[in-house]
């Protein structure tokens, strides 16, 4: 029996989906691979995007589309890639609903918001991460055209030669680093967000320094929900780089301890000294080793060489919000399907109501951060309000920066 098609009338044309139904059973309706600019191709690639053109015929929305170019194991995308997919519960609601919107994670390097990770059971990322800005964007571009083979140094010359190289080429040469800093971080973003100037009416999607746009109140009034989870830092250490090398690099070199943004900031005789205390810190004069992985790895961030760890990672909560198609075995009667239930329940208050427990149903009040009690909410089996997340931690971070950043502390 085939899945029951249903088409709605957006801006642009029409368009077909499917009712299907969840993992439980449950039907929602789905739109796949539903255009939202002009493909940056060709003479597109690099510029702001363009509103999509309308069509004429009824457009299928059973299906993905192509994910944007990168590597992974089952394809490597293509740079027509800009798309969306559309879950609802209802077409003719009695009234609005809702509306939540996922931007993937994958630090502009990897992943979609298709379903091959995650299924829609109905978050990423900081503007102050290191990985997420491309401090120096028009170096990188000028190096890596120098890699391709353009030796000018005019912005426009070298403009025009990266537009017109194929994208497998753009995608494959990478700017050297050194060992200890690919190991240690090792998601290198060259495409990374900008500070953008102003181009005729372009709207610009960021412009200015994070610390300044924040310190300037651009936050002020937007309602933010951020967390971090059990093992955050076990992540992006790519399973190429071997286990002994890294500890050997660790124990060598104080710039593996070196935390961004100091390596931007800091000349390197700070950075020795910064690199000895956050080592001194983390390893409390341990030699690195397997037996101190815990300490390694809360200290610099390292990931899938070591997964066979019970851990819980970045993103890994994911999995409760939206399923993880990796894991086929969750029942209704298992803890692992409350916790689905109760953070779906936070995360869609949230979304609601602009407050993650608005009643007492989930037995439990999620109090607002603020800088004096520092509350936040514990989510385990249990959900446990607690307060001051990581103080000895965040005390060492704040005594460092007061002291080689200070104008980068509020």
Not at 233 to 250: I, M
């Amino acid at each position: 029996m085939g899945a029951t098609l249903l088409r709605v009338q957006v801006e642009e044309g029409i368009l077909e989906g499917t009712v299907v139904p969840n993992k439980f059973g449950l039907p929602f309706i789905s739109f796949k691979g539903i255009p939202y600019a002009e493909p940056p191709v060709g003479k597109l690639r690099f510029k702001a995007p363009l509103p999509k053109k309308p069509w004429t015929k009824i457009r299928a929305a059973k299906e993905h589309a192509p994910e944007c170019f990168q590597h992974n194991t089952i394809n490597l995308g293509s740079e027509d890639c800009l798309y969306l997919n559309v879950y609802t519960p209802n077409l003719t609601p009695k009234n609005l609903l809702p509306v939540m919107v996922y931007i993937h994670e994958g630090g502009f390097v990897i992943g979609s918001g298709n379903e091959r990770t995650h299924g829609p059971y109905l978050l990423s990322g900081s503007l102050t991460s290191w990985w997420s800005n491309t401090w120096m964007a028009r170096d990188r571009a000028k190096e890596l055209a120098k890699q391709l083979g353009c030796t000018s140094n005019d912005d426009k010359e070298i403009y025009e030669f990266l537009i017109n190289e194929p994208v497998e080429n753009l995608f494959n040469h990478k700017v050297s680093v050194t060992y200890a800093h690919y190991a240690k971080e090792s998601l290198i973003v060259y495409f990374g967000v900008v500070s953008e100037n102003k181009f005729n009416t372009n709207e610009r999607f960021f412009y200015g320094h994070p610390y300044e746009v924040l310190r300037k109140g651009i936050h002020e009034g937007v309602q933010v929900m951020n967390g971090f989870t059990a093992d955050e830092g076990v992540l992006y250490f790519t399973s190429d780089v071997k286990a002994d090398k890294v500890f050997e690099q660790a124990d060598r070199f104080l710039d593996f301890f070196v935390p961004e943004p100091y390596t931007i900031y800091c000349p390197l005789r700070t950075q020795i000294e910064i690199g000895r205390r956050f080592k001194d810190f983390y390893m409390k004069n341990k030699p690195v080793s397997m037996e101190t992985l815990d300490e390694l790895l809360e200290a610099s961030g390292l990931d899938d060489l070591f997964n066979q760890r019970p851990m819980v990672s970045h993103a890994d909560d994911l999995a409760y919000l939206f399923l993880s198609n990796y894991n086929n075995n969750l029942t209704t009667d298992s803890k692992s399907f409350k916790m689905v239930e109760q953070v779906t329940a936070l995360w869609t208050n949230f979304a609601k109501y602009g407050d993650p427990t608005p009643d007492d149903s989930l037995g439990v009040k999620w109090i607002p951060y603020n800088v004096i009690t520092q509350n936040y909410l514990n989510i385990g089996e249990k959900l446990v309000p607690e307060t001051f997340p990581e103080k000895k931690n965040i005390d060492f971070w704040e005594q460092n920066f007061k002291e080689f950043l200070s104008e980068y502390v509020p």
